[in-house]
T-cell receptor, first 115, second 115 residues
Framework: NAGVTQTPKFQVLKTGQSMTLQCAQD?????MSWYRQDPGMGLRLIHY???????DQGEVPNGYNVSRSTTEDFPLRLLSAAPSQTSVYFC??????????????FGEGSRLTVL | AQTVTQSQPEMSVQEAETVTLSCTYD???????LFWYKQPPSRQMILVIR??????QNATENRFSVNFQKAAKSFSLKISDSQLGDTAMYFC????????????FGKGITLSVRP
């Protein structure tokens, strides 16, 4: 059982480059989300999705784009990377249909450095 | 809107001793979950304990227990018989009931267990 899988685990970008962080889950979870973690800031919600075809903004959405074409996948796109986007990114999912425990299941995180 | 506050950035405890991590929160919801997540140096987010707000009984998981004071909106984590493997960042988090509601984290506390 793979759970939540994120790729890549590490990435270095130059300012202005674009990239996509991949996230996939095999637990039939409807809810998926992306967080960024910065020192002293905790985890802040970037975007989330409550099902295929539905996405919404979180607390810090600027500079990021998401889509949800399938239940399993929820990629996060950086359109034009900036040094302020240097962070650790976590994908998380929860709740198969009709069964909400509240718990989020996390991927292993992706460390992104923008030079 | 909901907020989670962890006012202590760092704590240290001697191995085998007991330590309490503090958390306060604010929400207008009546039904919600509260969580403590652990993030060891490996970066993986691990659920430590979960509390349902409608339950008066405090949750316990082996050496981990909570002191949930709903009226005071306080949710502290007690770690008994501290072990070196408890060294990690600990995050308090709140999620209203509902499969599509968002999880909000505190800024975290770094716990060091001294041998």
């Amino acid at each position: 059982n793979a759970g939540v899988t994120q790729t890549p685990k590490f990435q270095v970008l130059k300012t202005g480059q674009s990239m996509t962080l991949q996230c996939a889950q095999d637990m039939n979870h409807e809810y998926m989300s992306w967080y960024r973690q910065d020192p002293g800031m905790g985890l802040r919600l970037i975007h989330y999705s409550v099902g295929a075809g539905i996405t919404d903004q979180g607390e810090v959405p600027n500079g990021y784009n998401v889509s949800r074409s399938t239940t399993e996948d929820f990629p996060l796109r950086l359109l034009s990377a900036a040094p302020s986007q240097t962070s650790v990114y976590f994908c998380a999912s929860s709740s198969p249909p009709g069964f909400d425990t509240g718990e989020l299941f996390f991927g292993e995180g992706s460390r992104l450095t923008v030079l | 809107a909901q907020t989670v506050t962890q006012s202590q950035p760092e704590m240290s405890v001697q191995e085998a001793e007991t330590v309490t991590l503090s958390c306060t929160y604010d929400t207008s919801e009546n039904n919600y979950y509260l969580f403590w997540y652990k993030q060891p140096p490996s970066r993986q987010m691990i659920l430590v304990i979960r509390q349902e707000a409608y339950k008066q009984q405090n949750a316990t998981e082996n050496r981990f227990s909570v002191n949930f004071q709903k009226a005071a909106k306080s949710f502290s984590l007690k770690i008994s018989d501290s072990q070196l493997g408890d060294t990690a960042m600990y995050f308090c988090a709140l999620k209203p009931h509902g499969a599509n509601s968002k999880l909000t984290f505190g800024k975290g506390i770094t716990l060091s267990v001294r041998p």
